[in-house]
């Protein structure tokens, strides 16, 4: 395999945290370094216990790194992952891949001038992957998913759309082949200042229709997603990680159980790496995949100015 990826994250919060670990635990890499250069002290107590460095100043910090995963606050990515790219290094951006598609497309622009691989944390598709949806030899007709969390201080640079409901929008878009043609949407501007509740109805050109129903003001949390298909239905709780399938075609009933599953975020770190050795052909989530998640969130945000309620 030779020598181990040394492994950088940008942003020494939760999900950098994360991400540290994954890199300090992964087959054939290591953590390197951590950089966060608004909470030194931070980035220290993250990356010395994992037998990495921090550092404060951006160059040095690449010097150090072989490969570098973005979590810092969303409106920070296209900075970091810019910078990364540019220094000839393969980027992993926790979702959203950025906040505009004028940024979105100069991360890829500069990865294709570098032929570098870029990949985007939308996890979710792992476990889309392990039940088999993506197998299902059929165009979904209708889908419903609500996503709702509880009041949290995490991600309030971005809308609950950008937060929450562009995991199931990512899914919507990679379940069908179908392109999105029409959206509408109403939400609810709260504690945060933004977009705290939203409730989104994309229509596709083949008459898929998805409704997005995602808030992080709710009093508990709820994970769930109905699927119609010409065939029949699936419902998934993904809190209890149950579904009811009556489409007759064979899905994973024991899909918690994998281990791709088990650690989502390990899994999608491990398919970064193997795609930048060249032992995979793509990671799980390319820079297009998220690019085009973002265009439809975007979209979703633009028809709740037309209907939002502002508190």
Same mark, same amino acid.
């Given at each position: 395999m030779g020598e181990p990826l040394r492994g950088g994250v940008i942003g020494a919060g939760v999900f950098?945290?994360? +991400?540290?670990?994954?890199? @300090? &635990?992964?087959?054939?890499?290591?953590?390197?370094?951590?950089?966060?250069?608004? +909470?030194?002290?931070?980035?220290?107590?993250?990356?010395?216990?994992?037998?990495g460095r921090a550092f404060h100043k951006l160059d040095e910090f690449l010097e150090a790194c072989d490969v570098v995963t973005v979590a810092s606050p969303?409106?920070?990515?296209?900075?970091?992952?810019?910078?990364a790219l540019k220094a000839g290094k393969p980027v992993y951006i926790e979702k959203p891949i950025a906040i505009s598609l004028a940024d979105a497309d100069k991360i890829m622009a500069e990865a294709a001038k570098q032929s570098l691989v870029v990949a985007c944390g939308h996890q979710e598709r792992v476990v889309f992957q392990a039940m088999g949806l993506f197998d299902i030899p059929e165009q979904p007709l209708r889908l419903e998913s609500i996503r +709702?969390?509880?009041?949290?201080?995490?991600?309030?640079?971005?809308? %609950?759309?950008? #937060?929450?409901?562009?995991?199931?929008?990512?899914?919507?878009?990679?379940? /069908?082949?179908?392109?999105p043609v029409a959206v509408e949407g109403e939400g609810v501007v709260d504690f945060s200042g &933004?977009?705290?509740?939203?409730?989104a109805e994309v229509t596709f050109d083949d008459g898929f229709t998805a409704v $997005?129903?995602?808030?992080?003001?709710?009093?508990?949390?709820?994970?769930?997603?109905?699927?119609?298909?010409?065939?029949?239905? %699936?419902?998934? #709780?993904?809190? /209890?990680?149950? $579904?009811?399938?009556?489409?007759?075609?064979?899905?994973?009933?024991?899909?918690? #159980?994998?281990?791709? %599953?088990?650690?989502?975020?390990?899994? /999608? %770190?491990?398919?970064?790496?193997? @795609?930048?050795?060249? #032992?995979?052909?793509?990671?799980?989530?390319? @820079?297009?995949e998220a690019a085009r998640a973002l265009d439809l969130a975007l979209a979703v945000e633009h028809a709740l100015e037309d209907r939002g309620l502002r508190r």
């Amino acid at each position: 395999m030779g020598e181990p990826l040394r492994g950088g994250v940008i942003g020494a919060g939760v999900f950098g945290g994360h +991400h540290a670990r994954k890199y @300090a &635990g992964a087959e054939g890499a290591v953590l390197s370094a951590v950089l966060d250069t608004h +909470h030194p002290d931070r980035a220290a107590a993250l990356a010395v216990p994992l037998g990495g460095r921090a550092f404060h100043k951006l160059d040095e910090f690449l010097e150090a790194c072989d490969v570098v995963t973005v979590a810092s606050p969303a409106s920070a990515h296209i900075e970091g992952a810019l910078a990364a790219l540019k220094a000839g290094k393969p980027v992993y951006i926790e979702k959203p891949i950025a906040i505009s598609l004028a940024d979105a497309d100069k991360i890829m622009a500069e990865a294709a001038k570098q032929s570098l691989v870029v990949a985007c944390g939308h996890q979710e598709r792992v476990v889309f992957q392990a039940m088999g949806l993506f197998d299902i030899p059929e165009q979904p007709l209708r889908l419903e998913s609500i996503r +709702h969390g509880t009041p949290s201080e995490r991600s309030l640079d971005v809308s %609950v759309v950008l #937060d929450l409901m562009i995991h199931d929008l990512d899914l919507a878009l990679s379940l /069908s082949t179908a392109q999105p043609v029409a959206v509408e949407g109403e939400g609810v501007v709260d504690f945060s200042g &933004g977009w705290d509740q939203a409730r989104a109805e994309v229509t596709f050109d083949d008459g898929f229709t998805a409704v $997005f129903d995602s808030s992080r003001m709710a009093l508990e949390r709820k994970r769930s997603m109905k699927l119609v298909y010409p065939s029949g239905e %699936v419902e998934i #709780d993904f809190i /209890s990680r149950k $579904f009811r399938n009556t489409t007759g075609f064979a899905l994973n009933e024991d899909y918690a #159980d994998a281990p791709a %599953v088990k650690d989502t975020l390990a899994t /999608s %770190v491990e398919g970064f790496l193997a @795609a930048v050795r060249g #032992d995979a052909p793509r990671p799980i989530v390319t @820079a297009d995949e998220a690019a085009r998640a973002l265009d439809l969130a975007l979209a979703v945000e633009h028809a709740l100015e037309d209907r939002g309620l502002r508190r």
